[in-house]
């Protein structure tokens, strides 16, 4: 018997869809499969590769002072290039996803700060520019979100985070041989530590999808390469980073595909045999010579000549912009140091409103983070702490870097009112769930209890 109103079975459950005002329509390119999953990857792919392309490194050891040159130039239009795109996505999306305002919030203020430290410093000029860029990248990540499926942004930021990082990795293995053993990127000339978050973060975000029952084929050896390449840069920061965000990932698992049980089982027999029987992890975070005390000699003493900076009371609570990368230093054959912690960087560059609106900034998204949709809490929080631990040694966490662009999507992502977004997100999440066991279902609804025991 059919009812005059849905011509079904009236004993038939609906499958629960999302709630009013949450349906998002996606972009007017769909395609003709109507898989909505993979509606507009391409156009994200192509926005994030040049976020990612504007955002790393072109040269080394070259820090902007306010003046234009080419590569100022080329990064400055790649971004404005992806912005625009951006703008056409979000013209074209039709109804926008909800997301928070507390990033966009937090990153004003730290960006308003900065500029007037700079002002105040004689810098200006410089950090007047550098704010727009990150300001840029930051309203590019926006837009990526309100214009195009949670799965759409992340699949195409950490593609296009991959891609550059293993053509790095690709171009700068010949290499090898004259950078003391630690691999640096041939094209683009990415720095060790540059390489170690490209590759790492797409690793977490494998090892996510194999979590979550995604998984596909290929990603156990694409994982290798990944985490081989973050080994091969000796970037024992981002290695320590990779490894802790990975465990906080399998806590949260609650059933994991057999595949993934081996390859969690694998790996961890493989690091104790490694740490048991050998000397490979010692020599590896000692990197076998002198270079690890001298790597970590010259960052203290960096950070004990920026907390000793004579600085005047606007310095202190408002830094001096965004453009002071490197400070003076006394009692060492060198004059200058770079800064080698984004903390540090925050209290030179920000002053102490600056460090504390980072503290509420990482704090605040962290915390939330627990509370997204289960599908998303294991990448939120994971990819987060990735960040956060890196930070701790590596700068640019707040600037116009990879790590800001990744941080900043996280955090957009961790928000309550991103929450809606998620929610839509993962009511697509086509994950079958087992089948009960016969004679416990009193935590199934009504409706298929009756059907169950017909």
């Known amino acids: 018997m059919q009812t005059a109103e849905t011509g079904s079975d009236p004993h038939a459950t609906s499958a629960p869809g999302p709630a009013p005002g949450a349906r998002i329509r996606l972009l007017r390119s769909r395609s003709r499969s109507g898989r909505g999953d993979r509606t507009g ?104 979100i309100r214009s195009f499926p949670v ?135 000692g990197r076998s010579n002198q270079g690890s005390v001298a790597t970590l000699n010259s960052r203290t003493i960096a950070w004990s000549a920026a907390l000793d900076l004579p600085q005047n009371p606007v310095a202190a609570l408002m830094g001096g912009g965004l453009a002071l990368k490197q400070i003076p230093v006394q009692g060492q054959y060198w004059n200058v140091q770079g800064l080698d912690s984004s903390w540090v960087s925050a209290w030179v560059q920000c002053g102490a409103i600056g460090l504390a609106l980072l503290a509420i900034w990482a704090g605040s998204a962290l915390i939330a983070g627990w509370r997204t949709p289960r599908p998303y809490r294991m990448i939120v929080t994971g990819m987060l702490l990735f960040l956060i631990v890196r930070s701790v040694t590596e700068s640019g966490l707040i600037d116009a870097t990879p790590s800001f662009l990744l941080f900043m999507t996280m955090s957009v992502l961790a928000e309550a009112g991103s929450r809606p977004t998620l929610v839509v997100a993962a009511g697509r999440w086509t994950v079958p769930e087992p089948e009960p066991p016969p004679g416990r279902h009193r935590d199934l609804p009504r409706t298929q209890r009756q059907l169950l025991r017909r």
């Open 41 to 144: 990857f391409p156009f994200a792919l192509a926005i994030c590769l040049l976020l990612v392309v504007a955002t790393v490194s072109w040269r080394q050891k070259v820090f902007f002072d306010g003046g234009l040159d080419p590569v100022v130039v080329g990064k400055a239009l790649l971004t404005c290039l992806a912005l625009l795109l951006c703008l056409h996505a979000g013209l074209t999306c039709g109804k926008p996803n909800p997301i928070g305002s507390r990033t966009a919030i937090l990153l004003l203020l730290f960006v308003t700060v900065s500029t007037f430290g700079g002002w105040a410093g004689g810098s200006g000029t410089a950090s007047v520019i550098l704010a727009v860029r990150v300001l840029l990248v930051g309203a590019a990540v926006l837009l990526l």
């Open 151 to 285: 799965d759409v942004v992340l699949r195409a930021q950490f593609t296009a985070m991959a891609a550059v990082g293993l053509l790095a990795v690709i171009t700068g293995v010949l290499r090898l041989s004259s950078t003391a053993g630690r691999l640096q990127g041939g094209f683009p000339p990415l720095a060790a530590n540059e390489i170690a978050l490209l590759c790492g973060a797409p690793a977490l975000a494998l090892i996510w999808r194999q979590l979550s029952h995604r998984g596909r084929g290929w990603d156990l050896p694409l994982i290798a390469v990944l985490v081989g390449a973050v080994w091969a840069s000796q970037s024992r920061t981002g290695l320590a980073a990779l490894l802790v965000a990975a465990l906080l990932m399998v806590l949260q698992a609650r059933r994991m595909a057999p595949i993934a049980v081996a390859a969690v089982v694998g790996a961890a027999a493989a690091a104790a045999y490694l740490l048991l029987t050998t000397d490979l992890v010692s020599a590896y975070f």
